[in-house]
C-alpha cells in the first residue's frame, strides 16, 4: 500500500532538495504524526539525523552523556551501546549491568552516573523491559526503541531520548534516527555543545535539534524513507494511533507463543512470559529438528528471514510481529512453520 503510494505521490517528492518546501512538508508530517502518537508532552521534540540508531549511540556519546553512563547489557545491541561509551576517551568507564540472553536487567539507582541507558526490546534475544523513570531530575533516561518504537507502549515522559530507527515497527527503510527528546536533554545537548568538549560535526545534537525545528536534516536524506515512515505513522494514527499499534503485535505474539507451546518441537525462549516480547518472537526448537534447515525451506518458498540471531548460537526461529504485519499472516507462519517441520522431521524418522 504505502509501497504503491511511493510510486504515485512519492514519485513527485523524489530528487527535490531537503530545504525545498515538498521534502520539509514531508519532514513536519512525520514530526507531528510521531509527536501525536507518542503523545509528546509540551518542551519534548522530535529529532531526526542520517545515520541510524547505531549512529544516535554515538552523537549521545558526545551530545548527551556528560562524564558516566549506566548500561543494562542483555543482548547484541546493547552492547554495542555499552561499547561505544567504554571506548571514548572523554568519558569515564561506564557501569554495565549485565545479564544472561533470554533475561534483562534491573536499572539500578546510582548517583555517580549521569545518564541511564535501557533498551526497550532487545532485538536479538526477544526479550522487552518495562521502562520507568529512575533517578534524580539532573539525571537522563536514555531508550533504544530501535525494534520497540510504534509497537510497543510507553509513557514518553519516563523518558529523555526515546530513539529508534524507522526500519522496524515503522515498516520503512533504514538510515535515519528519530529520537523524541525531553528539555532536559536538550538542555545537555546544547549544555556539552558549548563546553570544551569536542563535537563532531555529524553527532552535534545541538545541530540535530535546529534543523529538526527548521523541519530539515544536518545533510541529505532518503527521501523514500521519510515518505514511508510518514504513511505508516499515518496509517497507525488513522486506526486508533499507539494502543491499537500495540495491540496488534500483542495478538500475533499471543499467536505465536500459544503455538509454540502447544506444538511438541517449539518453546519460546525467553523463560519469563512477561519478559517475552510482543514485537520479536524468539522460539527455541527441539533439538531433532534443525531450524536453519527450517529457515531454508521457507525461504526456498517466499518466507524469508525467520533465522535467529547468529552470535546467540541457538536452535531458533526469530519472527517479526512489528504492527504492519497482520496477526492472520503470523497464524498462517506458525501453520506454514509446523508443516515444514513435520515433513522434515517424518523424512528424518524414515
Ligand atoms: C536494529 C536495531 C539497532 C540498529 O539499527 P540501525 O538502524 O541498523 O542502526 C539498534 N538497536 C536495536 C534495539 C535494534 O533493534
Request: aromatic share 8%; charged share 25%.
Amino acid at each position: 500500500m504505502a509501497l504503491e503510494r511511493l510510486e504515485g505521490a512519492g514519485g513527485r517528492l523524489m530528487g527535490t532538495s531537503h530545504r525545498q518546501p515538498p521534502v520539509r512538508q514531508l519532514v513536519h508530517r512525520v514530526r507531528e504524526g510521531l509527536g501525536q502518537l507518542f503523545d509528546i508532552p509540551d518542551g519534548y521534540e522530535v529529532v531526526l539525523g542520517n545515520g541510524g540508531a547505531t549512529c544516535f549511540w554515538d552523537v549521545a556519546v558526545y551530545s548527551l552523556i556528560e562524564r558516566r553512563s549506566q548500561h543494562l547489557v542483555f543482548g547484541e545491541f546493547s552492547s554495542k551501546f555499552a561499547k561505544e561509551a567504554k571506548g571514548a576517551p572523554h568519558l569515564d568507564a561506564p557501569e554495565v549491568i549485565e545479564t544472561p540472553p533470554g533475561t534483562h536487567p534491573e536499572p539500578r539507582e546510582n548517583p555517580e552516573v549521569d545518564c541511564y541507558c535501557m533498551t526497550h526490546n532487545e532485538t536479538s534475544t526477544g526479550v522487552a523491559m518495562p521502562i520507568e523513570r529512575l533517578g534524580s531530575s539532573e539525571q537522563l533516561v536514555l531508550v533504544d526503541a530501535t525494534s520497540a518504537a510504534g509497537g510497543v507502549e510507553v509513557d514518553i515522559r519516563a523518558t529523555d531520548a526515546y530513539y529508534f530507527s524507522p526500519q522496524k515497527c515503522f515498516a520503512s527503510e533504514g538510515g535515519l534516527w528519530l529520537a523524541v527528546l525531553s528539555p532536559l536533554a536538550q538542555e545537555r545537548a546544547r549544555r556539552l555543545g558549548s563546553s570544551s568538549r569536542w563535537v563532531p560535526g555529524f553527532l552535534d545534537l545541538v545541530a540535530a535539534i535546529d534543523n529538526s525545528k527548521l523541519n530539515q536534516t544536518v545533510n541529505t536524506p532518503a527521501v523514500a524513507t521519510l515518505f514511508l515512515l510518514a504513511e505508516q505513522v499515518e496509517w497507525m494514527l488513522d486506526h486508533g494511533g499507539m494502543s491499537w499499534a500495540a495491540a496488534r503485535s500483542r495478538q500475533s505474539a499471543e499467536i505465536v507463543y500459544t503455538w509454540a507451546q502447544q506444538s511438541w518441537f517449539a518453546s519460546p525462549f525467553v523463560a519469563r512470559p512477561e519478559d517475552r516480547s510482543p514485537v520479536v518472537a524468539t522460539i527455541d526448537l527441539d533439538p531433532r529438528v534443525s531450524a536453519e534447515e527450517v529457515s531454508r525451506v521457507l525461504r526456498a518458498n517466499g518466507i524469508v528471514d525467520t533465522d535467529s540471531y547468529r552470535k546467540l548460537g541457538r536452535n531458533q526461529l526469530r519472527l517479526g510481529l512489528f504492527p504492519a504485519v497482520d496477526p492472520e499472516d503470523v497464524r498462517h507462519l506458525t501453520e506454514a512453520i509446523s508443516w515444514v517441520v513435520e515433513r522434515l522431521h517424518h523424512e528424518d524418522s524414515d
